[in-house]
């Protein structure tokens, strides 16, 4: 888990394997972006989170990460399959 990427300068984490977002899911709720860099609706998703300070305002509840679904594809497969895909 880190904060690379395309998250980096929204203040979000950064995930690319299930087991970090098991990890955050352990700690408290997750709130997960799944998104493609190539996406314009992903990436003005991202800048009204940061903007709005959802982020700020939920942090001591939530925790907030971004899954580009180009380089986790495992990861948005098992999603996927579990709870489908909504756009």
């Known amino acids: ?3 690379e990427g395309p998250a980096k300068e929204y203040g979000m984490q950064y995930i690319t394997k299930e087991d970090e977002l098991k990890a955050l899911a352990q700690q408290k709720g997750v ?3 799944f998104c493609a860099s190539w996406c314009s609706p992903c990436q003005k998703l991202k800048k009204r989170m940061a ?3 959802i982020e700020e ?3 001591e509840h939530v925790n907030f990460c971004v899954v580009d679904v180009g380089k986790a594809k495992k990861l948005r497969k ?3 399959d579990k709870w489908g ?3």
Do not use: F
Request: proline share 0%.
């Open 51 to 53: 903007r709005e300070q």
């Open 78 to 80: 098992r999603v996927s």
């Open 31 to 33: 709130v997960a972006v």
């Open 1 to 3: 888990i880190g904060y």
């Open 57 to 59: 305002e939920l942090k």
């Open 85 to 87: 895909e909504r756009g």
